[in-house]
């Protein structure tokens, strides 16, 4: 009788624990996968590249480093583009200046109106007095009516030449800025550095590798399951709970889900599943790391139990 007491008393202060650590109690029936692998993400791994050719000339991180994506790790010597930059800058505001100037055309308009009063006053002075104006001098008065009206046409056409102009040294700017862009070396997520390959005043050529920066905030699970006993479709997109043993046998769980079911079967039988699984710290440091193995409890039929995406509903 007391051996049973205590078996019952047992067995409630797990389940009060396991509550009030917001984690889901396993159920008999759930497939209990051993000797899982703690992997880094496919996208949470990479060795972040030189864009451009030139000197490291600045150095933001070192190994053990927290960055934020957008963050600045390094940059290249850019002083040449700075100054192609502002030359374009001036560059763009001339050809501004030039697209939205209508000086030409409006003075071309004017000598047009007044070599057409000054013709016209010439062949209404020989209707009035036959040859009182020599013909020849009638027929310059019209050529210079006519001269200024092209003269405006050319005017407009020019206008248009510095409008394409215009677009020609807007491009020319945005290619300087990134030119720029490209010699500042941007974090592309949350992550840690965990190796420096190069170091600050060294020549870095296009491609090559800076540092190694992971990704820790969400982890990979992978693990075997017997084909014999569960079908994919009863375990793809299932919750899953992980637990972890971590220093002197104190043990950690956490909660994921699983993102891919191996179509696979390997030769002893089973087949891969992969879980995705939220990390979270302890004491500043991130519990679950690459190269842990664990052990992950499926839970069946969650799969549909899911949070409705009110942005989805139609």
Same mark, same amino acid.
């Given at each position: 009788? #007391? $051996?049973?007491?205590?078996? #019952?008393?047992?067995?409630?202060?797990?389940?009060?624990?396991?509550? &009030?650590?917001?984690?889901?109690?396993?159920?008999?029936?759930?497939?209990?996968?051993?000797?899982?692998?703690?992997?880094?993400? %496919?996208?949470?791994? !990479?060795?972040?590249?030189?864009?451009?050719?030139? !000197?490291?000339?600045?150095?933001?991180?070192? %190994?053990?480093?927290?960055?934020?994506?957008?963050?600045?790790? &390094?940059?290249?010597?850019? /002083?040449? =583009? +700075?100054?192609?930059?502002?030359?374009? +800058?001036?560059?763009?505001?001339?050809?501004?200046?030039?697209?939205?100037?209508? =000086?030409?055309? $409006?003075?071309?308009?004017?000598?047009?109106?007044?070599?057409?009063?000054?013709?016209?006053?010439? !062949?209404?002075?020989?209707?009035?007095?036959?040859?009182?104006?020599? /013909?020849? %001098?009638?027929?310059?008065?019209?050529? @210079?009516?006519?001269?200024?009206?092209?003269?405006?046409? +050319?005017?407009?056409?020019?206008?248009?030449?510095? +409008?394409?102009?215009? &677009?020609?040294?807007?491009? @020319?700017?945005?290619?300087?800025?990134?030119?720029?862009?490209?010699?500042?070396?941007?974090?592309?997520?949350?992550? /840690?550095?965990?190796? =420096?390959? $190069?170091?600050?005043? @060294?020549?870095?050529?296009?491609?090559?590798?800076?540092?190694?920066?992971?990704?820790?905030?969400?982890?990979?699970?992978?693990?075997? !399951?017997?084909?014999?006993?569960y079908d994919p479709h009863e375990v793809g997109d299932c919750?899953?709970?992980?637990?972890?043993?971590?220093? $002197?046998?104190?043990?950690?769980?956490?909660?994921g889900r699983i993102t891919y079911v191996s179509p696979m079967?390997?030769?002893?039988?089973?087949? =891969?599943?992969?879980?995705?699984?939220?990390?979270?710290?302890?004491? &500043?440091?991130?519990?679950?790391?690459?190269?842990?193995?664990?052990?992950?409890?499926?839970?069946?039929?969650?799969? /549909?139990?899911?949070?409705?995406?009110?942005?989805?509903?139609?």
């Open positions: 009788m #007391i $051996r049973r007491t205590l078996a #019952i008393n047992a067995a409630l202060a797990t389940a009060t624990l396991v509550g &009030g650590l917001g984690l889901r109690p396993a159920a008999a029936e759930d497939p209990v996968v051993y000797g899982c692998l703690v992997k880094l993400g %496919e996208d949470g791994d !990479v060795k972040v590249p030189a864009p451009e050719a030139g !000197v490291l000339v600045q150095l933001d991180v070192k %190994e053990g480093s927290r960055v934020r994506a957008g963050d600045v790790l &390094g940059k290249i010597y850019d /002083e040449e =583009i +700075k100054a192609q930059l502002d030359a374009a +800058k001036y560059a763009l505001s001339r050809a501004n200046k030039a697209a939205n100037d209508d =000086i030409q055309y $409006r003075y071309a308009q004017k000598s047009a109106d007044v070599a057409q009063k000054a013709y016209e006053s010439m !062949v209404e002075s020989n209707q009035t007095a036959a040859k009182s104006v020599p /013909e020849v %001098e009638v027929r310059k008065g019209k050529l @210079e009516w006519e001269a200024a009206i092209l003269s405006a046409e +050319k005017a407009l056409f020019d206008q248009a030449l510095a +409008k394409f102009e215009y &677009g020609q040294k807007w491009a @020319e700017l945005k290619a300087a800025e990134l030119a720029l862009q490209r010699r500042t070396i941007l974090a592309p997520f949350d992550g /840690e550095v965990v190796k =420096i390959y $190069r170091h600050q005043d @060294e020549w870095v050529s296009p491609g090559d590798a800076i540092l190694r920066l992971v990704r820790l905030d969400t982890m990979l699970v992978e693990g075997p !399951v017997e084909s014999t006993d919750d899953v709970t992980v637990e972890v043993e971590m220093a $002197r046998g104190r043990k950690e769980q956490l909660e079967i390997r030769l002893d039988g089973r087949y =891969i599943v992969r879980a995705e699984v939220p990390n979270r710290q302890d004491h &500043g440091r991130w519990l679950l790391r690459d190269g842990m193995t664990a052990k992950m409890t499926i839970h069946p039929n969650t799969a /549909e139990a899911r949070p409705l995406n009110i942005s989805q509903t139609p």
